[in-house]
């Protein structure tokens, strides 16, 4: 119950009071009080409705009341939030003779977290009465003693504390002695039988008395000893002290064989009967015994054991003097020996875990740990103060006598630091001040607060053409520096078209691994590059997530054989041309041109054209331009050459294998007057060509110094970018462009120019720019023009300045030394 003895109005009005004053100050103590021994389930109070908290989050909250040591003797009914006397209460037990004693509890609740301090009093109760150490005392009394001599007596002890522990003594009635009691400035009482009628032994030799204590508790208990007395026939004087009490300080944990005090007493008598011996009296403990012994002769008191404040502050030793007479006389002393407390304990420390580990998102002020100090000191030495080390990101928050909270002081990032080791210190007021340390170990939980990320931002990928189904081409990876599951990535392709078909008919992501498959065989001429995003996301909630870009390029492969281009105006199909040719040209003249084109690029569509033998050996008169496909006469025709001239063309590219054609070239010698419209239109073709060499000319000249002026500065970049690249990498390291020229009969029948990475393990990767030009003394035919339009359009990277270069060389005689220069370099 809070504040018993008081009406209900104004217990009600203090609480009302009492909170209002927490509330204000910020406090979160509350205090009740309750008397000793109650019964079970007794209301201490309602605690729930006393903090501030709803009974219906009582549950949810984790409601919950913590103790030190005495976690059974107090409880909370979660139903109706009442604080209620679980088990039974001895003060005595719990506080000893301690005038104050209290019970306190800590109650906790989370979501969010709090901690309030509960003081719980236990008031005293009258349940302990007086007792006596001896159920019998005796005293030795000389008949020769005078009236009001006095003889010391044990008192009693009462277990309780304050009005129920202050004790009335009482002798019964008799003529020959009174009870005298006085208190010493320790509040302790001191008894003495006082003679107040002369004894006599041959009267009476025994006096039996009865003692009784009574304390002030409401009802009163009491407790009694017997006193026998003896009556002695002994001599005239008692030896004597100066002080009848001797109060001596004393520091706990003196040594063995320190002098306490030197007693000294005196006898009036002469002779043996003046020889005085010292003695603890009967009524010393046994535990004084253990800790003091007394010189019979000196009278010095010394230190004989170990002297500890916490255990015993003051002890009190009654003190004989015995002379040595046959029938000696006895003078008694009281040393009342008091310790001073010394800083000779450490602090005691208890940390309770209650948020570990702490999320690394945790907001300011979140409480980690409950930490409770102790000092069996006392004042100023059991005085303890608590310290944090190192300060970042946590401190310490008092917010009770000896009770601190470790709260979070600044943002927490697990993938800087994922645990801390923290020393907690706890140091008293002494001088020299002892302390005492703990260590706690913070553990910061992961949160998922970091995207996958790739080491880069894009991959250059090169695959080779007519790759197998499920060819693995590349690996991608991300890292997630979260750990746990907000670190399992997972890998999918971002879906986009690809023409009319879906990327991921072209290729797949294993979601584990991040390998990159080819689902299907790719095809450099209908799909150059491929350009597309993996995205990765990692397992945490919500999900995190990056992308990466892939750009992969498809290697050629000599896949595709040379094809055979028809010539407009010559007879016969794809494969045969049919060419009139007159008798009387001269060695050198071109008569027919084989045109071919290759689907592959680079090396795989440089084409090449050779002459195959005749049937029988025989010798023939023409033979064919290596690199153009021009066939000429190799000396004058005359009679004896066949009227028909039937020539195998074999057309080879450079791929590896090489693939072939083979063409058929059909020639018809004729005399000069047989054909006179062809010769007209010859003429009329040659008179023509004469002026368009004319024409071009100025062009040619224009040309030639731009193609040396781009020459010269392409050495001079290639010579600095040499000079300053670094060293070159692996097989799959980028390559660099190489320029490859012709001889003087070159071909450009089809290829691209561009810039390609090829790993294998050959060499190092090789990038080709080939361009090889041919010569013709004739005009250009329709076919030439639709073979020339065919390779501009699938050569759309070369500039039209490139472009125009070729076109007029294609038509001057001037081109051989030309060509026979860029082939030298």
């Not at 104050?100 to 009258?126: G, T």
């Not at 000896?402 to 994922?418: F, I």
Request: proline share 5%; with cysteine.
């Amino acid at each position: 119950m809070v504040y018993s003895q008081r009406s209900p109005g104004c217990r009600r009005l203090l609480l009302v009071l009492l909170l209002l004053t927490a509330l204000e100050s910020g406090s979160s103590h509350i205090h009740y009080s309750i008397p000793e021994e109650v019964k079970h389930g007794t209301f201490v109070g309602r605690i729930a409705q006393d903090l501030g908290l709803e009974l219906a989050e009582l549950v949810p909250r984790l409601f919950r009341v913590a103790s030190k040591g005495h976690r059974d003797l107090l409880e909370v009914n979660l139903q109706n939030g009442i604080l209620f006397v679980n088990s039974r209460i001895d003060r005595e037990a719990l506080c000893g003779r301690s005038a104050e004693c209290s019970i306190h509890l800590e109650v906790i609740v989370d979501r969010p977290l709090q901690v309030f301090h509960v003081e719980v009093e236990v008031k005293d109760i009258n349940d302990n009465p007086p007792r006596f150490l001896r159920q019998e005392q005796r005293l030795f009394i000389l008949e020769s003693r005078i009236v009001d001599s006095r003889f010391p007596l044990e008192g009693a002890s009462d277990m309780d504390v304050g009005v129920n522990a202050e004790l009335k003594y009482k002798l019964n009635p008799n003529e020959y002695f009174d009870l005298d009691v006085k208190t010493n400035e320790e509040e302790t009482n001191i008894l003495e039988l006082v003679l107040k009628k002369a004894v006599d032994r041959e009267e009476t030799q025994e006096h039996l008395l009865l003692l009784t204590a009574t304390d002030g508790g409401k009802p009163e208990l009491t407790g009694t000893v017997q006193l026998l007395i003896s009556v002695l026939d002994a001599n005239d004087n008692a030896p004597k002290f100066d002080k009848s009490v001797y109060n001596i300080r004393l520091l706990e944990n003196a040594p063995n064989g320190t002098l306490v005090i030197k007693l000294n007493a005196s006898d009036a008598d002469d002779g043996i009967n003046k020889e005085i011996v010292y003695l603890f009296s009967n009524l010393v403990l046994d535990n004084v015994r253990s800790k003091f012994i007394i010189n019979s002769n000196s009278g010095e008191i010394t230190v004989n054991g170990e002297l500890d404040y916490e255990d015993c502050n003051l002890y009190e030793i009654n003190i004989n003097a015995v002379d040595r007479s046959p029938f000696p006389l006895t003078g008694h002393c009281k040393v009342i020996v008091k310790l001073l407390d010394e800083n000779d304990n450490t602090p005691e420390m208890v940390i309770t875990s209650i948020s570990l580990p702490v999320q690394e998102d945790a907001s300011l002020g979140t409480v980690i740990a409950l930490i409770s100090l102790s000092d069996r000191d006392s004042g100023p030495n059991g005085q303890v103060t608590c310290t944090l080390s190192p300060h970042i990101p946590f401190k310490l928050v008092s917010t009770f006598k000896n009770y601190y909270s470790l709260v979070v002081d600044s943002a927490l990032d697990r993938e800087s630091v994922s645990d801390y080791t923290l020393v907690v210190t706890a140091r008293d007021g002494g001088s020299p001040s002892l302390w005492a340390t703990a260590s706690v170990s913070v553990e910061v939980a992961d949160v998922n607060d970091n995207a996958p990320a790739f080491a880069q931002p894009e991959y250059t990928v090169f695959v080779r053409e007519n790759n197998p189904p499920g060819c693995h081409i590349f690996t991608v990876s991300a890292r997630d520096a979260d750990a746990r599951e907000n670190a399992r990535v997972s890998y999918s392709l971002v879906e986009r078209r690809v023409g009319e078909r879906a990327l991921s008919s072209y290729v797949s992501v294993h979601a584990e691994s991040g390998k990159v498959y080819a689902l299907q065989p790719l095809d450099h001429e209908e799909l150059e590059l491929l350009q597309f995003q993996v995205s990765a996301r990692d397992a945490g909630v919500p999900p995190l997530g990056s992308n990466v870009t892939l750009q992969v390029f498809v290697l050629d492969e000599n896949d595709n054989a040379p094809a055979l281009l028809p010539l407009p105006g010559a007879g016969g199909g794809a494969g045969a041309v049919s060419e009139l040719v007159w008798r009387s040209v001269g060695a050198g003249h071109v008569v027919a041109k084989v045109r071919a084109v290759d689907a592959d690029s680079g090396y795989n569509a440089w084409l090449s054209y050779e002459l195959q033998p005749a049937a029988g050996g025989a010798r023939s008169p023409f033979r064919v331009a290596l690199y153009t496909g021009e066939i000429s006469t190799t000396r004058s025709l005359d009679e004896a050459d066949s009227p028909r001239q039937r020539l195998l063309v074999l057309v080879k590219d450079h791929g590896e294998p090489a693939l072939t054609a083979t063409a058929t070239v059909l020639l018809s010698l004729v005399e000069s007057g047989q054909a006179p419209k062809a010769s007209s239109r010859a003429l009329a073709g040659a008179a023509g060509a004469e002026a368009a060499l004319v024409d071009v000319n100025v062009y040619l000249i224009v040309a030639i110094c731009a193609v040396s002026s781009l020459l010269v500065l392409t050495l001079l970049l290639y010579t600095a970018l040499r000079c300053s690249a670094p060293p070159t990498g692996g097989a799959c390291a980028p390559g660099k462009p190489t320029l490859v020229c012709s001889s003087a009969v070159g071909s450009w029948s089809y290829s691209q120019q561009r810039r390609q990475r090829v790993c294998s393990g050959e060499g190092a990767p090789k990038t080709d720019l080939m361009a090889f030009s041919p010569s013709l003394p004739q005009g250009p035919s329709s076919a030439d023009t639709v073979s020339l339009k065919n390779i501009i359009h699938k050569n759309r990277m070369m500039s039209l300045s490139t472009m125009k270069l070729i076109y007029l060389l294609q038509y001057s005689e001037f081109i051989s030394p030309v060509t026979a220069w860029f082939h030298e370099c």
